[in-house]
């Protein structure tokens, strides 16, 4: 079963955002993991996505695409900075990290740098596009899993960028 977390209301978010949300919190529970919604961690930082279960921690924080006016020209990178952005934020607060969309959106990291488990590639990749979204990268920076969700078929992709992001990936199909 998942739930808002009792330490914390919602936070004000579109109604795509809370779509997003819902179904991972549906596919996570699925799969035998505790879910929170809106989970405070520490400081100000509030997890759109925690889930526990006894193998793993996971937090999964939602992109639904929105590109700030004056990097428009730049949307594709802004994208990419922003994934970064939120992985140096909330990684180190879980064995896993995911980063959802809706199906429909893709964050722009080349699949060749996914797909070969290029984990340092892809930080590297990341990395020149972390000033467009405001990025510290002072901390360990770790993107496991994309998810894509699918809002009308319900369903969620796993597209491991990590060997804890194929855990992931396998415990879909245990």
Same mark, same amino acid.
């Given at each position: 079963?998942?739930?808002?977390?009792?330490?914390?209301?919602?936070? +004000?978010?579109?109604?795509?955002?809370?779509?997003?949300?819902?179904?991972?919190? $549906?596919?996570?529970? %699925?799969?035998?993991?505790?879910?929170?919604?809106? $989970?405070? =961690?520490?400081?100000?930082?509030?997890?759109?996505?925690?889930?526990? /279960?006894?193998?793993? !921690?996971?937090?999964?924080?939602?992109?639904?695409?929105?590109?700030? &006016?004056?990097? *428009?020209?730049?949307?594709?990178? @802004?994208?990419?900075? +922003?994934?970064?952005? #939120?992985?140096?934020?909330?990684?180190?607060?879980?064995?896993?990290?995911?980063?959802?969309?809706? /199906? @429909?959106?893709?964050? &722009?990291? &080349? &699949? $060749?740098? @996914? #797909?070969?488990?290029?984990?340092?590639?892809?930080?590297?990749?990341?990395?020149?596009?972390?000033?467009?979204?405001? /990025?510290? *990268?002072?901390? !360990?920076?770790?993107?496991?899993?994309?998810?894509?969700?699918?809002?009308?078929?319900?369903?969620?992709?796993?597209?491991?960028? /990590? %060997?804890?992001? +194929?855990? =992931?990936?396998? %415990?879909?199909?245990?």
């Amino acid at each position: 079963m998942w739930r808002v977390s009792d330490k914390t209301r919602f936070r +004000k978010s579109s109604r795509l955002h809370r779509l997003v949300q819902v179904r991972v919190a $549906e596919w996570l529970d %699925s799969l035998g993991f505790d879910v929170y919604l809106e $989970e405070p =961690l520490e400081g100000d930082l509030v997890a759109d996505v925690y889930a526990e /279960s006894p193998w793993a !921690t996971l937090i999964v924080e939602v992109e639904t695409g929105f590109v700030a &006016p004056g990097s *428009l020209e730049r949307a594709e990178e @802004y994208l990419a900075g +922003k994934a970064l952005a #939120k992985a140096s934020r909330y990684s180190p607060y879980a064995d896993l990290f995911a980063v959802a969309t809706p /199906s @429909y959106i893709k964050i &722009p990291i &080349p &699949p $060749e740098l @996914y #797909k070969s488990g290029g984990e340092a590639a892809l930080m590297g990749y990341l990395r020149r596009f972390a000033s467009l979204a405001g /990025s510290s *990268l002072g901390v !360990t920076v770790r993107i496991d899993a994309l998810l894509e969700v699918s809002l009308a078929r319900r369903e969620v992709v796993v597209n491991p960028i /990590s %060997s804890r992001g +194929k855990m =992931l990936l396998d %415990s879909v199909f245990l």
